[in-house]
């Protein structure tokens, strides 16, 4: 009854440490990816007066035009970057999605970094391509070798995600260049999830877009807008590509949601620093607590970080905080390997803390 392509996809590791919680009263919740702030009040104000105002009917499928060109004058501010050819999507997910089923027939490989969002992995398995991964242990860097072990004469397109999740790293301009020069040289797409772009706190903010014109940027708002469940996101990218995409959108998502569209104009033109700040403090909150304790890198962006597991089991290390009332992720949600752990610091201040405290406790001297 069910399709061989949906039996290819296990049941998310995140759901079931959700599973393995249920029974929890009040548990210390490192395991969420989204911000723990609400939409703002000038952003919610701004869809309130569309939805009174009747505008609550489909879009065009491609999304509102006054969108479409806030987008693009948003990497024209922030990155001095022209977006010729944009899209308005459901979300990056959405983004994604359409990108995959336009791109990749069955037996394309593409090259995925390792650790890697959960969809990247899944999403190339469901459209029959091969992913082919390239390994950033120990230190989540991007490195020639790893690219040219992962490449093939089948390889199509390579993801990248900076920040990134799960690991907090930030792609330097070297690293970008670097993945340019070598989708160039190898004829590649390159994809790139830029979802967490704000949240950088220890860099001046970069895309792979300034490196190379053969690119699909991915982003939207459900992290620094505070808007995960009101599914707006945007793909930039080549014109054939998008087109394809916006036709598929029309049979799958049809568009993304109307006042919502018009909200994500007034949160494009927010100032934001007020949030990074924060989650700047809450970054070194995490990392200070666990460093003396844990082999682990500093999160350079986005609000994850990724310890190694006390001898290199994240599995068992995962159902002990569970057992303990911290709720956290095994690496092998989002990796190859099943060495570390991710901890979400999107939550309160005394939730980290005691997080910390909690976790420190367990990890052997």
């Not at 993801?159 to 970008?176: H, K, M, W, Y």
């Not at 568009?255 to 007034?266: N, S």
Request: with cysteine.
């Amino acid at each position: 009854m069910i399709a061989r392509r949906a039996k290819l996809i296990d049941s998310s590791g995140i759901r079931k440490v959700f599973d393995l919680a249920a029974a929890l009263e009040n548990p210390i919740n490192l395991s969420i990816g989204q911000p723990d702030f609400d939409v703002p009040d000038d952003v919610k104000e701004e869809a309130i007066t569309w939805i009174r105002d009747g505008f609550n009917r489909y879009t065009v499928t491609q999304g509102i035009p006054e969108l479409i060109d806030e987008v693009k004058r948003y990497y024209q501010r922030r990155f001095n970057v022209e977006l010729d050819h944009a899209l308005i999507t459901c979300g990056v997910s959405g983004g994604l999605t359409l990108a995959f089923l336009s791109l990749f027939d069955p037996g394309d490989e593409v090259i995925v970094l390792d650790p890697y969002f959960v969809m990247y992995k899944h999403l190339t398995v469901l459209v029959g391509g091969v992913p082919s991964y390239a390994s950033t242990y120990p230190d989540f860097r991007v490195t020639s070798e790893a690219l040219e072990n992962a490449v093939s004469s089948r390889t199509k397109a390579i993801v990248i995600n900076s920040p990134a999740n799960p690991t907090g790293a930030v792609l330097s301009r070297d690293e970008l260049k670097l993945v340019a020069d070598f989708a160039d040289a190898h004829n590649l797409l390159i994809i790139s999830d830029e979802i967490y772009e704000q949240l950088i706190y220890d860099s001046e903010p970069a895309t792979v877009a300034q490196y190379s014109s053969n690119v699909l940027v991915l982003n939207g708002l459900s992290k620094m807008g505070g808007m995960p469940g009101w599914r707006v996101g945007y793909a930039a990218g080549p014109a054939e590509l998008i087109e394809r995409m916006a036709m598929l959108q029309q049979y799958t998502f049809v568009c993304a949601p109307a006042f919502a569209q018009k909200a994500a104009i007034v949160a494009l033109q927010r100032d934001t620093s007020e949030m990074v700040s924060a989650y700047r403090r809450k970054r070194d909150i995490v990392y200070d607590g666990l460093k003396e304790r844990f082999k682990v890198n500093k999160p350079a962006g986005a609000f994850y970080i990724f310890p190694e597991a006390p001898g290199g089991d994240a599995d068992q290390f995962v159902r002990r905080a569970i057992e303990n009332n911290v709720l956290i992720i095994p690496g092998n949600v989002f990796s190859e390997r099943n060495t570390h752990f991710r901890v979400s610091f999107a939550a309160a201040d005394d939730t980290l803390q005691a997080g910390v405290d909690v976790l420190n406790r367990l990890c052997p001297d």
